[in-house]
């Protein structure tokens, strides 16, 4: 039976026919010690971990209803299926499929683990933005954090035993940033203390880990206005030493979560700091360098969310692919032309709109997905360049990334909710109903 949620033949079409890792990336330089049948039995693996574990979660299946984060007393709860998705995607080692092995990574290029994300996203997205989120925490505090607390943040990140968020907008600041009034006053010590709130933080809080790293945008007391004046902190939900145990609580208090049309499983919090004066942050890399630091973390993000938009395309067209093969309705075309008397009724993709709407469907999200591929292909040929130290090359794939991925995240979500909103119609009446799926997707994209 064919897969509703997952494509691997056509995920394993893109990767080893149209992009030839095998020839362009495997077997070489960073990827020395990578092959086909390596990466393969990855691609293998994720799409059974999909199918298997992520599916099965999406919806109530009792109630066909999404499943829902709550708030409750300044804590958030996750959906009970999520604690044990959690400890599953962690020990498969998902959480840092192409980090560099010296970090607790695997080492795989980043098409593998975008392919494997594919999948993932399908199947789940709210859960999936709980680690997606960390793991973009977890690469800045790796680029941009020097400090004698790395090394254990990084372990305790990378293998998912602490989770991170992105911590950059408030009420006043959504779009204009540089408007902010989150402030950030040195200590004796070094450190900063953090006050201000955060608004419509996606997995701001929540119970999957015992420890939540908060990398925050905030302004240096004294600082320009304006976005050059920003500056970047990591702040722990709860303070930790050099060895990772934990200590006090830091001042970070969840002050609720939104009410959303869609991904109802992920928490979108609003974060209080300092409330009592006691919250305590880390700068990362230099004053004022806020903006160009955190711009790392958004564009692996906005990758991400293009990703999500060609995920939930694709699985929308497999649903609607599967029930209109089932679903009996009308004459065919051809006996209704010739108005032939008791000619059997037919499966809805016999009819030429439907399989048009079909078409497109498949056409668009095989060609969003390719599109999100191709630009973590150019991610990992830039890689390959810089460690052959060949600047040249290095500059030309950055280019590509760079033109890709305002392109990547837009098309990819726009042309993903065409999709969904075709799969709704195919299914008629029912896709506006939780009995399918579909409805879900389409509120999720």
Known sequence: ???????????KFQVFEVLKIQETLLGKGRYVDYDADTCNMVLDQAAKFSELELAPTYPDEVHRKPVEA???????????????????YCEAGYMATADQIEVGGQGFPAVIAASCANMFLACNQAFIMYPGLSHGAARLMEDFFQHPLRNVLLEKMYTGEWAGTMCLTEPGAGSDVGALKTTAKKNADGTYSIVGTKSFISAGDHDLTPNIIHPVLARIEGD???????????????RFNEQGELGEQNDVQCGGIESKMGIHGNATCTLNFGSDNKCIGYLMGEERQGMPIMFHMMNEERQGVGMMGASLAMASYLHALDYAKQRFQGQD???????????????IIKHPDVRRMLLRMKSTSEGLRMLALFCY????????AMVDKNEEQQAYWHGFIEILTPIVKAYCTDMGMDCCQL?????????????????QMMRDQ
Do not use: H
């Not at 039976?1 to 691997?8: E, K």
């Not at 075309?333 to 499966?347: G, L, R």
């Open 1 to 11: 039976m064919a897969s509703l949620w997952v494509d691997l033949k056509d995920i």
């Open 70 to 88: 709550t708030w409750k007393d300044g804590k958030v709860t996750t959906p009970e299926a999520y604690k044990r998705l959690w400890k599953l």
């Open 224 to 238: 320009p206005k304006g976005t050059k004046g920003i500056s970047i902190f990591m702040v722990p939900k709860v």
């Open 333 to 347: 075309i051809i006996a209704m032309a010739m108005k032939i008397e008791d000619s059997p009724q037919v499966t």
């Open 377 to 384: 292909w150019c991610m990992d040929n830039e890689i390959s």
């Open 423 to 439: 799969a709704v119609q195919t299914y008629g009446g029912y896709g506006f109903c939780r009995e399918y799926p579909v409805e």
